[in-house]
């Protein structure tokens, strides 16, 4: 999942790479490293916002290492799922493994298929699909319809997306 | 004071649907053309495979309604007509052809360089020879019109290169293609199969025998090319369109799309970065590109007057001929 982290650092060197080292460790995949040297804190420390993605249930262990290493975490913030679309899918989406086409979106940590609507006709027709995608941001949603149309283009399936 | 009027001579090379509902809407809307515009058109030529009437001082009605009066084309071709009969404005209608241009594009040349004006419903050439034939057109101080040729009575090149100059244009999409909206619309009303809608489409006249460059999108992305070179002033041709047709659409995806409150729309789309695109799309019902039956519709995004949407008659020979009408106005006002 992706986390907004706003961290504050002592106002001595290195401090930086010591506050960002546990994210990788802990397998997070760092987005974004906003530091705001000129602002200080009233306690004289310097702020810094990261945005991440980590698996969710190592984020407890991750806050406490930070803190063991003098690094105070002032704030995290989930990403919510704020933009969706619908889509619509022809073609033989039962048979061509749907659950891997999900997985090819709800893998990205950034968006999740949150609806699917099927309707399946006779034997070996195809079948149609109403997908939503929600993701965290308008950029983000469009890269989960590129990365669905990827998927499924593979297995011939049709992608009818919004105007 | 009353001025006398101009006369325009006009031929009309392609005499079936739209050179007919040209010769029609002219006999309907002379006097009002000659009272409102000061323009007084004349036919002064007609051809067609069949072969070819002239008379420099206009065709009567009823020498315009008697193919048999005419002469065979062995003895005067179009391209004789185009040259050697004296007029101001050549109206192309001959058949559209997407791999040569033919005969339009040659049609069109001869009346550029015997220094007529050429206003066509043909998109053939304009898909394949947009920049030589315009550069050809300011050579000669003439004007090529196609108003009829993209949304046929909806208005679309001139409301955006006159109407809107000014604005900057970001995208045009919409239905440019009246068989696919309406095999669309009838097989969402009604659930039923495409074959079933296509059959049913054939046999009113609104779908051709072979309906292949209806339903796979290549009409609506002939068309797209035209705004793109026209409006966007790009150089495309059919080959830079990404396209997909209406022909694996089925009533399952239509019901599950209006479920989700759309309805489905083979869209043609081009935006100022030069992506060209035809596609089934999902439009919101409350959309205003959700028009029904066989109209087009296109919305104008512009960074000035925002979003602009027109909708009108994509087809029939009256529609094309209003296109038509309105080009040759436009040329001497
Ligand atoms: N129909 C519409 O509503 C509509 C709307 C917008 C644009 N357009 C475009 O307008 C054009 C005309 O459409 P239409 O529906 O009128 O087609 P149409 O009814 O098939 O008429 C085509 C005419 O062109 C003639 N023709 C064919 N080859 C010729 C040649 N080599 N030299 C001279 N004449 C030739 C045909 O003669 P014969 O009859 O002797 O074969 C016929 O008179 C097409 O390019 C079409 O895409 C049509």
New binding site residues.
């Given amino acids: 999942m992706k986390i907004s982290m706003d961290i504050e650092l002592k106002d001595i060197p290195g401090q930086l790479v010591r506050a960002l080292k546990p994210v990788s460790d802990f397998g997070g995949n760092l987005l974004s490293v906003l530091h705001q040297r000129d602002k200080k804190t009233p306690s004289g420390r310097i702020p810094v916002q990261l945005v991440f993605e980590i698996e969710e249930r190592r984020l407890d262990r991750l806050v406490e290492v930070l803190k063991e290493r003098g690094v105070n975490v002032a704030r995290i913030g989930k990403e919510r799922l704020k933009d969706s679309m619908v889509v619509l899918l022809i073609g033989h989406i039962v048979h061509s493994d749907v659950r891997e086409t999900i997985d090819s979106i709800d893998s990205t940590g950034f968006a999740e298929v949150v609806e699917l609507s099927l309707s399946m006709p006779a034997v070996d027709k195809k079948s149609a699909a109403s997908v939503t995608l929600s993701a965290i941001g308008k950029e983000e949603l469009k890269e989960a319809l590129n990365i669905l149309e990827r998927t499924v283009n593979k297995k011939g399936i049709m992608v009818i997306s919004s105007v | 004071m009353k001025t006398k009027p101009k006369t325009v001579r006009i031929s009309i ?9 040209v010769a029609e809407a002219v006999r309907r809307k002379r006097e009002e053309i000659e009272r409102r515009h000061g323009i007084d058109i004349k036919i002064v030529g007609i ?4 072969g070819a009437i002239v008379n420099e001082n206009g065709l009567s009605e009823d020498a315009i309604m008697k193919p048999k009066t005419r002469r065979k084309p062995e003895d005067m ?2 391209r004789d007509v185009i040259k050697e009969i004296e007029h101001e404005v050549m109206v192309e ?4 052809n997407v791999e040569n241009g ?3 594009l040659t ?1 069109i040349i001869t009346a550029l360089e015997s220094d007529r004006h050429v206003v066509t ?4 050439p304009l898909a394949l020879e947009y920049s030589r034939l315009m550069e050809l057109a300011a050579k000669r101080g003439k004007e090529l019109r196609f108003e ?2 993209v949304g ?1 009575a909806m208005p679309i090149i001139s409301l955006v290169r006159e109407n809107l100059a000014g604005n900057g244009i970001i995208s045009i999409k919409g239905i440019l293609n009246g068989t696919c909206n309406y095999i669309l619309t009838r097989m969402a009303e009604e659930g039923l199969p495409y074959e079933h809608v296509l059959k049913e489409a054939q046999e009113i006249g609104i779908a051709e025998s072979d309906p292949s460059k209806d339903v796979e999108g290549i009409d609506t992305a002939v068309k797209l090319v035209i705004l793109a070179n026209s409006v966007f002033d790009m150089n495309m041709t059919y080959e830079d369109v990404e396209v997909t047709g209406i022909t694996d659409i089925t009533p399952d995806a239509l019901k599950l799309a209006n479920d989700a409150g759309y309805m489905i729309k083979l869209i043609g789309e081009v935006d100022r970065a030069g992506g060209l695109k035809v596609a089934p799309r999902l439009v919101p019902k409350d959309d205003p590109l959700n028009v029904g039956g066989t109209l087009n519709v296109a919305t104008i995004k512009t960074d000035l007057a925002g979003d602009i949407t027109v909708i009108g008659k ?4 009256i ?2 001929a209003s296109a038509i009408l309105s080009d040759i106005i436009r040329i001497y006002s």
Wanted: charged fraction near 15%; glycine fraction near 28%; charge should be negative.
């Fill in positions: 090379i392609g005499f079936g649907n739209v050179g007919g509902g051809a067609d495979l069949k071709t179009s209608a001959t058949p559209t033919e005969p339009g049609h419903s043909n998109k053939g009829a040729a046929g994509g087809a029939g020979p529609e094309a």
